[in-house]
C-alpha cells in the first residue's frame, strides 16, 4: 500500500515491492493515531522502522511524523532510539479521568440531594452562550420539569447560567452577554449585558444564585457554583422547583444547593482555592 505525502508524491511503504504501488492517501491524524495506537497495544518502545513496517506506513512519514510528536512531548525517544508514549499524554489522561471522576462524585451528591430537598437536581455545565443541562435527578412530586439532559439554554435566563461566567473578568462577562442574551418566553430575563454582568459577579461571590419565572412560569431555581482548583466555575449544581415553594421561605434550599457545591469541590480537592 502507498500513501501520498504533503507535497502530493507517492511514497512507498517500508516493506513493500515496488511493484505492488498503490495510490491511497492516510490523513496525518490518522497517522499519528495509528503511531499511538501500536505502541499502547503492543505495550512496549518501538523504533520508527518497526512502526512503519507494523501500520504499512512510508518509513520516511513516520520518522517526519514521530519527530515532530518527540518534540511536542507526544512520544519520548530513549537513548537506543526507540519511541514511547510521551508526558503530553499523560496530561491528557490524568485530565480525562478527573472529568470522569467529577461526573461520578457529582451525580452522587446529586441523587444525595434530590432526597434530601424532595424536589427535582440538576447539574449544569456552560456551552458557549448557553448553559446545558449535564445530569437530573427527578423529584418525587408530579411537578414537571420542562428542561431535560441535553437541553440548551440561554445563559441570561438561568440561575446557573449567571454562575458559569461569574469567575470571569467583567469586560468579557459583558461582551458575552451582549452576543448571546436572549429575550426569554415569560419577558422576565433581563437582556441588558452590564447588568447581567452585575449579576453574575454577585452570585458567584454569594455561591448562590436564584431565578423565578424568567426561563418558565411559574418554575424557579436555585443554584450553587462548583469550582474547580483555580477558582472557575465548571459546573453548577442547582434545585429545579415550583415557584410558590421557592419564595415561601419554609425549606432553606439556599443552603442545601450551597453545602451540595462544597461537599463536590471537597471530594474532588478543590475546597484550597
Known sequence: MTETNDTGAVEQPADAPEKKKKRTRVSGIDRVLQI???????GEPAGGYAIAKAIGAPLSTIYTITED??????????HDGTLW???????YGIAYARSVDFMRVATQEMHDLCRRAGETVQLCGRDGHHMLVMAMADGPSHFQVMSRVGS???LNWTASGR???GHMPEKDRIELFKRGARASPTGRATIDPKELSSAAAIAFDNRLSVQVGESDYSVACIASPICNAEGECTATISIVLPEQKATAGDVPFGDYVRDSAERIERLMGW???
Do not use: C, F, Q, S
Open 36 to 42: 499511538i495506537d501500536h505502541l499502547y497495544e503492543t
Open 85 to 91: 508514549l510521551g508526558p503530553r499524554l499523560y496530561n
Open 69 to 78: 510528536l518527540v518534540e511536542k512531548e507526544v512520544l519520548t525517544r530513549a
Open 271 to 273: 475546597r484550597e482555592h
Open 163 to 165: 454562575l458559569l461566567v
Open 152 to 154: 440548551r439554554i440561554p
